[in-house]
């Protein structure tokens, strides 16, 4: 069983649709694949409407964005209500943030770029959750930059001056949202530092008391030594261990499948939802 609880469709950052991403769940010979886009559902019916075709299961999930005190946390809910009106509540929040946000962030970006808010606006649909390697995109596009990468190593990284950072929730606030919308809540790559600052532990054990499930200790941008101290973590204070890849498309290196999950710690994910909302399988 190959099951990889984490990817990104074009309802946020991703490069492929909710079907093109099934397809390709189907192709590495996923199982299960999750779609976990950034604050939003919106993606869902379209991956669940694939899934009698390509013959993967599809987990529904997730990817809220936090923070404490200017540290960038993200939050996987699985099978969560999607209709939860303080779940949607918080999330419409953070994604009209995240509008105002990449709008002030082309302000800085224009004088020494040239790139102006409609190069921006080709890069999402009326629907996405807009984030920075929407920017990004519009860089390559102009010729600025050559991929999203070097953006993230330029003019987007949480340190440069061009930065505006968007309202996110506090994690363990985000946590109790989605076991109140019925979901099951899993603290993505929680020691990414390869990614900027990350929270120390005590955060961590904020957002276990407030119920956090797991979390997703076989992630790529995890060290050796990061992954045991994620297991060490995981042991001390109770919580399921996952696995996932983080796909983005050809958005960034992640390959489906290149990180999994354990059987018997999806079929316990898949036992604490009390939402309703179900994996949908072929
Ligand atoms: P934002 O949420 O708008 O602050 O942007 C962060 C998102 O950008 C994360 O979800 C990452 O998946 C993505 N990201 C971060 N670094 C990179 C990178 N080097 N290349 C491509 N995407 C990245
Ligand atoms: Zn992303
Ligand atoms: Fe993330
Ligand atoms: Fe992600």
């Not at 290149?258 to 994996?279: C, R, Y």
Request: glycine share 10%; proline share 4%.
């Amino acid at each position: 069983m190959l099951i990889d609880l984490h990817t990104h469709s074009t309802q946020s950052d991703g490069t492929q649709s909710p079907a093109d991403l099934m397809r390709s769940a189907a192709d590495a010979r996923l199982d299960v694949v999750a779609l976990t886009d950034h604050d939003t559902t919106r993606g869902w019916g379209e991956a669940a409407r694939a899934v009698r075709d390509v013959g993967v299961a599809l987990m529904p999930g997730i990817e809220i964005s936090c923070a404490v005190d200017g540290v960038s946390v993200h939050l996987l809910g699985y099978l969560v209500d999607p209709l939860d009106a303080a779940l949607l509540g918080e999330l419409e929040h953070a994604r009209a943030s995240r509008r105002t946000r990449a709008q002030r962030m082309v302000e800085r970006l224009a004088p020494d770029t040239g790139l102006t808010w409609a190069d921006v606006k080709e890069q999402f649909g009326a629907e996405t959750t807009i984030g920075r390697p929407h920017i990004a995109d519009a860089l390559v596009r102009r010729g600025v930059v050559a991929s999203r990468d070097e953006a993230f190593a330029s003019y987007l990284a949480s340190g440069s001056k061009y930065h505006v950072s968007h309202y996110a929730p506090d994690p363990a606030l985000a946590t109790r949202l989605v076991r109140s919308a019925g979901g099951v809540p899993v603290m993505a790559h929680p020691f990414a530092g390869a990614r900027g600052r990350v929270v120390d532990e005590s955060v961590i054990e904020r957002m276990a008391d407030a119920g956090l499930a797991g979390l997703e200790v076989h992630h790529r941008d995890h060290s050796d030594s990061e992954i045991g101290a994620g297991l060490r973590l995981a042991d001390r204070l109770g919580l399921l261990v996952t696995g996932s890849s983080d796909y983005h498309g050809s958005g960034k290196q992640n390959e489906l499948g290149e990180n999994t999950t354990d059987p018997a710690v999806f079929d316990k994910i898949v036992e604490e939802a009390t939402s309703g909302t179900q994996v949908i399988r072929p």
